[in-house]
């Protein structure tokens, strides 16, 4: 573990446990520790990244393939809608500076 790494890293290494939904080699797929929804998932990159500040033309294909698992994650949690988020910055809201999309549904 280096001193960098985040909680999601942490998890995705397999350090810290976490309710692990999905996984490729692309990206994790966790039950979020304090659902604010009755399901409330979070889709995690593999690739560190902090913020959506930081991301590069490199990483579309990465955020293309997040964002085409939304609606198979929730067709597999059986939601016929969701909400997503993604906060960046900490005025943004953001407490864990690793990018994550948040899938809310009820
Ligand atoms: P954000 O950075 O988008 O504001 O929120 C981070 C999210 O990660 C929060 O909804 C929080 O509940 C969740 N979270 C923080 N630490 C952990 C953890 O150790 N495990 C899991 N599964 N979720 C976490």
């Known amino acids: 573990m280096s001193n960098q790494d985040t909680i999601f890293t942490r998890i ?5 446990p976490a309710d692990i939904v999905y996984e490729d080699d692309k990206c994790i797929v966790i039950k979020d520790i304090n659902p604010r929804a009755r ?3 979070l889709v995690i990159p593999k690739k560190p990244i902090a913020t959506l500040f930081d991301l590069t033309p490199e990483d579309k294909d990465l955020m293309g393939h997040m964002m085409l698992l939304l609606p198979q994650l929730a067709q597999s949690q059986n939601l016929d809608g969701f909400k997503t988020q993604i906060h960046t910055g900490e005025s943004g809201g953001q407490e864990v500076f690793h990018i994550h999309i948040h899938l809310l549904g009820n």
Do not use: S
């Open 12 to 16: 995705i290494n397999r350090e810290l």
């Open 39 to 41: 399901i409330h998932l």
